[in-house]
T-cell receptor, first 110, second 113 residues
């Protein structure tokens, strides 16, 4: 079992809709979580980080963390075609080990 | 400010050949990581170095070795390349403090024939 799992996808949403991406983790020692976006042929780039239970909002993006359920999510409001990419969830533990999920391919169609 | 620099960007190897992928960062980061990325597999951690002088195995270490040469540089060595090691390899670094993100190099596309 991977330490970080992303089982949803590929995901297709219409322009202007809300895209919901999900991630679960198995290591309760994981302390911080990150969402990265990766365009085809490019390197991953950070969208958001979260380490406290609850919601964290940044513009059109909201990250949610539930440590009791070992669940992390990312909501993208007012989705745009430029949001079409692979979204990677990552967890960081106390040993500074940073592991990623399998990624979710998001397509936003006009 | 170059960030994380990987060399080479592309490489073709024959089965059984060896090579070293180089990674250097100029951000004074403590932690460095090597990942491989295959279609549909996300990023899989090969090895990481939480701080200078330490290295630890990740999810898929078999067939690889690493060296944390100094605080700036973290190299990945393939001693006897196999077709299964055909992949895109990413190096990343971060400060080492909790809650700080990793920054990635541009990747190395390796093909083993």
């Amino acid at each position: 079992q991977k330490e970080v799992e992303q089982n949803s996808g590929p995901l297709s949403v219409p322009e202007g809709a809300i895209a919901s991406l999900n991630c679960t983790y198995s290591d309760r020692g994981s302390q911080s979580f990150f969402w990265y976006r990766q365009y085809s042929g490019k390197s991953p780039e950070l969208i958001m980080s979260i380490y406290s239970n609850g919601d964290k909002e940044d513009g059109r993006f909201t990250a949610q963390l539930n440590k009791a359920s070992q669940y992390v999510s990312l909501l993208i409001r007012d989705s745009q075609p430029s949001d079409s990419a692979t979204y990677l969830c990552a967890g960081l533990d106390f040993r500074r080990k940073l592991t990623f999920g399998q990624g979710t391919i998001l397509t936003v169609h006009p | 400010n170059a960030g994380v620099t990987q060399t080479p960007k592309f490489q073709v190897l024959k089965t059984g050949q060896s090579m070293t992928l180089q990674c250097a960062q100029d951000m004074n980061h403590n932690s460095m990581y090597w990942y491989r990325q295959d279609p549909g597999m996300g990023l899989r951690l090969i090895y990481y170095s939480a701080s200078e002088g330490t290295t630890d195995k990740g999810e898929v270490p078999n067939g690889y070795n690493v060296s944390r040469l100094n605080k700036r540089e973290f190299s990945l060595r393939l001693e006897s390349a196999a077709p299964s090691q055909t992949s895109v390899y990413f190096c990343a670094s971060r400060t080492g403090q909790m809650n700080t993100e990793a920054f990635f190099g541009q990747g190395t596309r390796l093909t083993v024939v």
